[in-house]
């Protein structure tokens, strides 16, 4: 973090651990992301120079963040996931289509580029792909604006749909930490091994050439690691906030004037593409409980577009099968941020062909 004071980063990063430990009380979905990007950005705004997070701390963040996503993998799930291959498929397809068409849609009708548009619109875990668009050439500000503005709107309107269809005896709720595989088991191992699925999965990564490397990397080796029901990587409760304020400096540095006021006049599109992703993905969900046998509300939830964790604690809450829940939103989530790379990339291609010709 080149030429800057050391007491003024002190303060900012105390500034956004209160906020993130507020806003982790009041069950903000991605709490301690959200709240040190708020931080960041007013603290940018406020000083005269620009201030930037480097490159390793970056990295390092990314490989945290994508060894508590591959660690979100529970071999448990998989009977529920098996015996519907056909039906999570079809989800899949539908929700993945309906991402694209909306980006496509956001890309034409606004300033917004396509790459950014599409990885705004993909319900694949906004940290993750708040992540890919670092190395992906899209608007990292564009992208976290509309993946946290969706994330909110539907764990506020999930949790008015759970109380509507569980009825009164709907227990309290409350989103969790915001930290995906932050609630796994917490054995030694996983505490001593994780860094190791940190470094080496960034650094094979890298060497693999996959896209965002530093984050795909670790994801790839953690989920192995639970597949196989060897351990399941774990990180002490400080690590995930610290990654999370890193990322969510990153992104909130990088915003200016001018660059807020453009997201003000986005933001009612964004509303309006989340409430039609909402609608498409209930219509889904209703029809996968009914092929299944589930209840509305399991279906509801299982195909929700994003804050899977959230999702998870209204599931629990409202009475739904959380391990069809879980099982659908996370193969939801492994499969949008294993194409989602190459999605951009084959959008940014066909993007810069457009223009050259």
């Excluded at 079809?90 to 289509?97: A, D, H, S, Y």
């Excluded at 660059?259 to 909402?278: G, H």
Aim: hydrophobic share 55%.
């Amino acid at each position: 973090m080149r030429g800057m004071n050391i007491k003024w980063w002190v303060s900012t990063g105390a500034a956004a651990a209160l906020s993130g430990a507020a806003a982790q009380a009041l069950g903000v979905p991605g709490a301690w992301l959200v709240a040190a990007l708020v931080v960041a950005v007013i603290a940018g705004l406020l000083r005269p120079d620009h201030p930037k997070v480097s490159l390793p701390f970056l990295s390092a963040a990314q490989a945290v963040i994508g060894t508590m996503l591959g660690s979100v993998f529970q071999p448990g799930v998989l009977p529920a996931i098996t015996g519907h291959l056909p039906e999570l498929a079809g989800i899949l397809v539908v929700t993945i289509g309906v991402s694209l068409l909306s980006g496509l849609v956001i890309g034409r009708a606004s300033p917004v580029s396509r790459e950014s548009a599409t990885l705004g619109t993909l319900p694949g875990g906004a940290s993750a792909m708040i992540s890919m668009s670092i190395d992906a050439g899209a608007d990292t500000r564009t992208v976290a604006l509309m993946q946290y503005l969706r994330v909110v709107i539907v764990v506020l309107s999930a949790s008015v749909v759970a109380r509507v269809l569980a009825g009164p005896a709907l227990s309290n709720i409350s989103s969790g930490p915001g930290a995906p595989g932050s609630s796994a088991p917490a054995l030694w191992p996983g505490y001593v091994l994780a860094p190791v699925v940190a470094i080496v999965g960034s650094w094979a990564g890298r060497k693999l050439r996959l896209p965002t490397g530093a984050f795909l990397g670790p994801i790839i080796l953690a989920l192995l690691c639970s597949a196989f029901n060897l351990f399941t990587p774990v990180w002490p409760a400080v690590v995930p906030q610290i990654a999370y304020v890193v990322m969510g400096f990153y992104v909130g540095f990088l915003f200016d004037k001018e660059s807020l006021l453009q997201a003000r006049k986005l933001i009612p599109l964004m509303i309006a593409n989340t409430v039609f992703l909402i609608a498409v993905c209930a219509a889904t969900g209703l029809l996968f409980a009914r092929i299944v046998g589930a209840s509305p509300l399991t279906g509801y939830l299982a195909t929700s577009p994003g804050g899977m964790d959230s999702i998870a604690v209204i599931a629990i809450g409202g009475g739904a099968d959380i391990s069809l829940v879980l099982s659908v939103q996370t193969l939801r989530l492994f499969a949008i941020v294993f194409t989602g790379p190459w999605i951009a990339r084959a959008v940014i291609t066909h993007a810069r062909h457009r223009a050259a010709k």
